[in-house]
């Protein structure tokens, strides 16, 4: 008896399966949904210059008062409009008193500034670096600073007379305390161990002073220095108010007295530009001398 036998075949099931599996593959990859790549949200925002961010809300600010004086909300004899202001302004400017004005008040800021900043950084430089400085000068100048700058102005008018001397006495007083304060405070919180490794490095005591104690300080005395601007600009209102005969507080004084709102309103402008200009100066003045400090600058 014979048998035969058919020769082996190869398991479809196995073929067919895995043909299979690549077709349902290509399939579902035709026929289904595309993924797409997940971008962070923040990425996906539209940037926004920051100057246009920054100028959005004087813009805001002059376009309801614009409204409020077309819906006479705002009376001219209260506040006059925008329209108005401009056109005062131009005609301050064209006639020569706005800036002539200022230039003497500018000429009053600077010189009452240097004075200023020259008295309260050497006396912080000396209260901050000496203890015998500290106990000679800090209880006196902690003591000044409580009384009012602008109390001082009839006094000053006494002592000085009603000329240039007093209005620049008063700024640089204003000034000085503020420097004083920040500057001596960043001398004293200079940390320690800087200069406990400038010492093992081998420093001199002005070495310690110039390398580590004086930029370790600078920080605090540029945050001074603005805050000082800002009170000279004040104290510069307060004395161009008494006994001036020019300047940006002068045309002030003329337009109280003829009820101009128009020219008191151009000339408080005049003052919020030439603050904000102080201010950006030594803004910038700040990013170029603190290179070397890592600051967070928002999100």
Not at 187 to 192: C, E, K, P, Q, T
Not at 262 to 278: E, H, M, P, R
Request: aromatic fraction near 8%; proline fraction near 6%; include cysteine.
């Amino acid at each position: 008896m014979s048998i035969s036998h058919a020769p082996p075949q190869p398991p479809s099931s196995d073929i067919s399966g895995k043909s299979g599996t690549q077709d349902s593959a290509a399939d579902a990859e035709s026929s289904g949904p595309v993924l797409e790549e997940l971008v962070p949200s923040s990425n996906r925002r539209t940037h926004v210059p920051r100057w246009v961010r920054r100028a959005s809300g004087p813009l805001l600010l002059l376009a309801l008062w614009q409204l409020l004086s077309v819906t006479r909300l705002l009376t001219p004899d209260v506040l006059a409009p925008p329209a108005t202001i401009a056109r005062v302004a131009g005609d301050l400017f064209a006639d020569g008193s706005l800036p002539t004005a200022m230039g003497v008040s500018l000429q009053r800021v600077a010189l009452g500034l240097l004075f200023g900043v020259v008295t309260g950084v050497g006396l912080a430089l000396l209260s901050g670096l000496f203890r015998i400085g500290e106990d000679l000068v800090d209880a006196s100048v902690q003591m000044l600073r409580t009384v009012p700058f602008v109390g001082l102005i009839p006094l000053f008018i006494i002592w000085f007379g009603i000329g240039e001397a007093p209005k620049i006495a008063i700024i640089a007083l204003g000034v000085s305390f503020p420097l004083y304060l920040n500057v001596y405070a960043g001398i004293r919180g200079v940390d320690s161990q800087l200069v406990e490794a400038g010492e093992s490095l081998g420093l001199s005591r002005w070495g310690l002073v110039r390398h580590v104690v004086l930029p370790g300080a600078l920080p605090g005395a540029m945050t001074g220095l603005r805050y000082s601007l800002g009170i000279a600009w004040l104290a510069l209102v307060f004395a161009e108010q008494i006994n001036a005969d020019a300047g940006i507080g002068f045309l002030m004084v003329q337009a109280r007295d003829f009820l101009r709102t128009d020219v008191i309103v151009v000339c408080l402008i005049v003052y919020a530009f030439l603050g904000l200009l102080a201010d950006f100066v030594v803004r910038t003045l700040e990013r170029l001398l603190l290179q070397w400090r890592p600051t967070f600058t928002g999100r």
